[in-house]
């Protein structure tokens, strides 16, 4: 393919695109396809001549479409919001004619710079502390990491550098091996599986805090485990606090949480994945206060802030701590400003050693929304997650289990985890919309989470009907 053939064929595509996101209600939310069912439909090798473009549209829709849950259908409803906007694609396109591997400054000066502004940016949206801006001259910053995931990993690693080296400091007989088998993180019973996972790769134990009747993770209870551990012998370094737990969308108390990291100089940090980008709009800012006690913050653009995957916002108090734990030098990676103090290798920051421009999508989202944009279209979600609210809360067959605060709603029917499994199958089984469970206090729950860009009211409704016509057929054959 020459210029001239992508200049073509890249408007066709775009015209696909669109046409896709326009007529994506149509669409069966949920595929109806079984295990392998994609196999058989293509060859088993390669080409060995080239085929023409149209040909693979072509089995776009017949082999790929078919098997495609759509995430951006009004009628999608499970997990968290995945983000997709027009500006976010186009810059995902630029990004990928540049093409840079921007792990370092002189890999890209730009790709460097420009994400170094974009999270200040971010940053004074949030109202962070200027403690985690880079512009303050201080010790902290911004990285774009790929997942909330990937940045608790990151800051779990740091943390274990940090604590293994201040003790090899004050006890140089310790081993890193005698070290690493007391050290003991900690995070809420609600906090996603990837916190469990970062400590099952980081090798050190992680202990669930029981949450409260809000299941939110307390002080108390925080403390009674630390001071447990520290009789045990073991030496408590990393806590992870949640705002806006995949579960429910609760919120740990970080006012009580954070003064006791602090006092024990244990790593806090807080995930905020789904929550965070909620924190925009002043009237749920209050839900990030007690971020001054964190040592590191993150919460992902690339689920609710209409930056298209993958984008996930990551701060840290001291830069160095991220450095001091992923830093090597190798001499083909070295260059004559890396020493310089006026700019960052993001090589140091992260796992991988590449990295894409990712921070092109940010600042064309922030540039065509503006600010105020990304609120109203966070209001309006909320505004529809309480919209359902009231609907289900005026059944008297159902009952709402958790606190809504932002765009998740969960309820279930009134009786036993079994009727609302079988609610819950007949639901995702119709295809007409889509949702996922969870456990609280073992019940077990649906989650209805406001996700597509182009929601309205009209899809609730529609929505609530349908899932009242499906348990009222399931009350029915209950009965006989």
């Known amino acids: ?220 209870a925080l403390k009674e485990a630390l001071e447990r551990d520290k009789a045990s012998g073991l030496i408590p370094f990393f806590v992870v606090a949640t705002l806006g737990t995949t579960s429910c969308c609760s919120f740990d108390n970080l006012l009580e949480v954070g003064p006791i990291c602090n006092q024990e100089n244990v790593w806090l940090h807080i995930d905020a994945a789904y929550a965070g980008s909620a924190f925009i709009c002043p009237e749920f800012r209050h839900l990030l206060n007690g971020v001054e006690f964190a040592d590191s913050f993150n919460f992902n653009p690339h689920k609710w802030l209409l930056v298209n995957f993958d984008c996930s916002a990551m701060w840290v108090k001291k830069r160095s701590s991220l450095t001091g734990a992923f830093k090597l030098d190798p001499l083909y990676l070295k260059h004559s400003h890396q020493d310089s103090g006026l700019i960052t290798d993001y090589r140091h920051w992260q796992l991988p050693l590449g990295r894409r421009f990712r921070s092109l999508k940010m600042w064309f989202v922030f540039r065509m929304y503006g600010v105020k944009g990304l609120q109203a279209y966070i209001r309006k979600h909320v505004q529809l997650s309480h919209e359902f609210e009231s609907l289900v809360r005026r059944d008297p067959c159902f009952e709402i289990c958790a606190e809504v605060t932002l765009g998740l709603v969960c309820f279930r029917l009134k009786g036993s985890n079994k009727l609302n499994e079988a609610l819950l199958e007949k639901i995702n089984n119709a295809r007409k919309i889509h949702l996922v469970p969870c456990h609280l206090k073992d019940k077990f729950v649906l989650r209805f989470a406001i996700c597509s860009r182009t929601v309205e009211s009209v899809h609730i409704q529609q929505a609530w009907k349908h899932i009242k016509e499906l348990a009222t057929q399931l009350l029915q054959t209950e009965k006989e």
């Open 1 to 220: 393919m020459n210029a001239s053939e992508f200049r073509k064929k890249g408007k066709e595509m775009v015209d696909y695109v669109a046409d896709y996101m326009e007529g994506i209600e149509k669409r069966q939310v949920y595929p109806d396809v079984e295990p392998g069912y994609l196999r058989p439909l293509i060859p088993a090798t390669a080409p060995q001549e080239p085929e023409t473009f149209e040909a693979i549209m072509n089995d776009v829709e017949k082999i790929i479409m078919p098997g495609v849950t759509h995430w951006h259908s009004p009628h999608f409803f499970a997990y968290f919001p995945t983000a997709s906007s027009y500006p976010a694609m186009l810059a995902d396109m630029l990004c990928g004619a540049i093409g840079c591997i921007g792990f370092s400054w002189a890999a890209s000066p730009a790709c460097t710079e420009l994400e170094t502004v974009m999270m200040d940016w971010l940053g004074k949206m949030l109202e962070l502390p200027e403690t985690f801006l880079a512009e303050s001259a201080g010790e902290g910053g911004g990285v774009i990491q790929g997942s909330a995931s990937e940045a608790t990993l990151v800051a779990l690693l740091a943390a274990r550098t940090r604590v293994t080296r201040q003790l090899q400091i004050t006890s140089p007989e310790l081993s890193q091996a005698a070290i690493m088998e007391k050290l003991v993180a900690y995070s809420s019973d609600q906090a996603h599986s990837s916190v469990e996972r970062a400590g099952l790769i980081g090798g050190v134990k992680l202990k669930a805090i029981p949450s409260d009747g809000n299941f939110a993770m307390r002080a108390c």
